[in-house]
């Protein structure tokens, strides 16, 4: 079982900046790809960026590219998202979540475990 908490979300301007955490337990985190998945009001979970288990190799929705950094700690079982120049559209509740097996990858059904998510709101 792994336990995924999330945090560092709040309120910001537009062009602001926020740095997300997500913390997990386990005794393999270092073998899970991670990702960030976000979901705005009335719509649906998307996928925001992903990382390789290494930590080498990432993805990123062309929405954040430039602009969004995700990022792993292994020895502290913690991924990062670091927001740079937020806009409104980036509003929502953010997820982090684990795929156990597999490579990184931006489909929602591959991931095994998800965080309760944290809340993101980007005035303009």
């Known amino acids: 079982q792994v336990q995924l908490v999330e945090s560092g979300g709040g309120l910001v301007q537009a062009g602001g900046s926020l740095r997300l955490s997500c913390a997990a337990s386990g005794r393999t985190f270092s073998r899970y790809a991670m990702a960030w998945f976000r979901q705005a009001p009335g719509k649906e979970r998307e996928f925001v960026a992903s990382?390789?288990?290494?930590?080498?190799?990432?993805w990123y929705v062309d929405s954040v590219k430039g602009r969004f950094t995700i990022s792993r700690d292994n020895p502290k079982s913690t991924v990062y998202l670091q927001m740079n120049s937020l806009k409104p559209e980036d509003t929502a509740v953010y997820y982090c979540?684990?795929?156990?097996?597999?490579?990184?990858?931006?489909?929602?059904?591959?991931?095994?475990?998800w965080g309760q998510g944290t809340q993101v709101t980007v005035s303009s």
């Open positions: 979540a684990a795929r156990v097996s597999g490579p990184y990858s931006k489909g929602i059904h591959e991931y095994d475990y």
């Open positions: 990382i390789s288990w290494s930590g080498v190799h990432t």
